[in-house]
């Protein structure tokens, strides 16, 4: 398995409060992505990376930023959280925005 | 991308061969069909992709119809561990891509 790690594994937090999402990877991949996953929806793109410093929006990034200051580790922060943003959050890594992708073991958000 | 169409649920009995269809008929001529796995609470795991020729890896054979309208994933020996989600993708190995469109899935329940 890809070496992902994902931190933390489960967080519950309030409505307003500033949250931050770990995703660190081992495998010197370029590619870093942020997805949601809901009931009744297929995984959705946040944000991802496709190097250090350089990020880009995918189809639901509003509330969330990220920052990638090395290869190994990409942040997701929502800055104020809503319960809208409860959700399991997985981070994926590829070598080639071309090729497959390998996930990390997801976060269970929940804001209340 | 291609939109891809499976069916929400399958049954299987284990040690017999589970085939999951997949429909895509809007496919492009460079866009390949991915197949990932999602096994509940986990991260989804790469299983297999292909452009027009059937492939095989450790895991799973995948068999594209010569219009390339849709597809077929096996698994030749289903266990219980295979249960899971299966996610089929279209996605194109052309330019930048970034994004894979991931819709519901077909639910596979292998049965003892």
């Known amino acids: 398995d890809a070496g992902i790690t994902q931190s933390p594994r489960h967080k519950v937090t309030e409505t307003g409060t500033p949250v931050t999402l770990r995703c660190h990877q081992t495998?010197?991949?370029?590619?870093m992505y942020w997805y949601r996953q809901d009931p009744g929806h297929g995984l959705r793109l946040i944000h991802y990376?496709?190097?250090?410093?350089?990020?880009d929006k995918g189809e639901v990034s509003d509330g969330y930023s990220v920052s990638r200051s090395k290869t190994e580790d990409f942040l997701l922060t929502l800055e104020s959280a809503t319960s809208s943003q409860t959700s399991v959050y997985f981070c994926?890594?590829?070598?080639?925005?071309?090729?497959?992708?390998?996930f990390g073991p997801g976060t269970r958000l929940t804001v209340t | 991308d291609a939109k891809t169409t499976q069916p929400p649920s399958m049954d299987c009995a284990e040690g017999r061969a589970a085939n999951l269809p997949c429909n895509h008929s809007?496919?492009?001529?460079?866009?390949?069909v991915y197949w990932y796995r999602q096994i509940h609470s986990q991260g989804p795991q790469y299983i297999i992709h292909?452009?027009?020729?059937?492939e095989t890896n450790e895991m799973a054979s995948l068999i594209i119809t010569e219009d390339r309208k849709s597809s077929t994933l096996i698994l030749p020996h289903a266990t219980l561990r295979d249960t899971a989600v299966y996610y089929c993708?279209?996605?194109?190995?052309?330019?930048?891509?970034?994004?894979?469109?991931w819709g519901l899935g077909t639910s596979l329940a292998v049965n003892p």
């Open positions: 994926a890594i590829s070598n080639n925005p071309s090729y497959e992708q390998y």
């Open positions: 495998e010197n991949h370029r590619y």
């Open positions: 990376s496709y190097g250090v410093k350089d990020t």
């Open positions: 809007t496919i492009s001529g460079n866009e390949y």
């Open positions: 292909g452009l027009k020729n059937n």
């Open positions: 993708i279209g996605r194109s190995n052309a330019g930048n891509n970034r994004k894979l469109i």
